[in-house]
């Protein structure tokens, strides 16, 4: 079965430092990638996606993320944090042998401190 | 981007009565839709897969006598919860797919069952 995994469920920085949160899935195949944010109180948001093409994709709000096939990973990445990224953030593969049903990871909670 | 609108955003219910969720897609065509549960500090779960004018495909483990999903129309998709308990309480989303496969969340509808 397709599975998805963040490393981490918490991870405390200041403002201005860097953040990357990994993102690995199980699934083998043609796959489309997904990160999605969760500010407090709101819905989910795409932050960006990968369907084909440049492995490395930028999204809104600085964003970046890179897909590596050949280690099942697809890792969110942001130079400078702010306070206001201090959200849930999720990881989503879809596959197509997987019926393509979104399979989201656990999350990972980022706090900012100002 | 396309916008996904869910009705009640909140609603409180005593045991064994049942709740009905509504998940519209407001300016796009929803040929399939999807219903998540997401409990406190976890991650999305997919229940069901919802496709227009035929029966909603349920995951592993998710009772479809329980949680009865109709898709009516290519706008909306409704969840009903029937002789909710407790258990049942929890935070449900849906998300309506586009053609190009991506996916936009509705603002979730959160349960409390007394």
């Known amino acids: 079965a397709q599975s998805v995994s963040q490393h981490n469920h918490h991870v405390i920085l200041s403002e201005a430092a860097s953040l990357e949160l990994g993102c690995n899935y199980s699934?083998?195949?043609?796959?489309?990638l997904f990160w999605y944010v969760q500010y407090p109180g709101q819905h989910l948001q795409l932050l960006l996606k990968?369907?084909?093409?440049?492995?490395l994709v930028k999204g809104i709000k600085g964003f970046e993320a890179e897909f590596i096939k050949s280690k099942f990973s697809f890792n969110l990445r942001k130079p400078s944090v702010q306070w206001s990224d201090t959200a849930e953030y999720f990881c989503?593969?879809?596959?197509?042998?997987?019926?393509?049903?979104?399979?989201f990871g656990g999350g990972t909670r980022v706090l900012v401190k100002p | 981007g396309a916008v996904v609108s869910q009705h009640p955003s909140w609603v409180i219910c005593k045991s064994g009565t049942s709740v009905k969720i509504e998940c519209r897609s407001l300016d796009f065509q929803a040929t399939t839709m999807f219903w998540y549960r997401q409990f406190p500090k976890q991650s999305l779960m997919l229940m069901a897969t919802?496709?227009?004018?035929?029966?909603?495909?349920?995951e592993q483990g998710v009772e479809k006598d329980k949680f009865l999903i109709n898709h009516a129309s290519l706008t909306l998709s409704t969840l009903t919860v029937t002789s909710a308990h407790p258990e049942d309480s929890s935070f449900y989303i849906c998300?309506?797919?586009?053609?190009?496969?991506?996916?936009?969340f509705g603002e979730g509808s959160r349960l409390t069952v007394l």
């Open positions: 919802s496709n227009e004018g035929s029966k909603a495909t349920y």
């Open positions: 699934y083998g195949g043609t796959v489309n």
């Open positions: 990968y369907f084909s093409g440049d492995p």
């Open positions: 989503a593969v879809k596959g197509k042998a997987a019926g393509n049903k979104l399979t």
């Open positions: 998300s309506g797919e586009l053609v190009t496969g991506e996916l936009f």
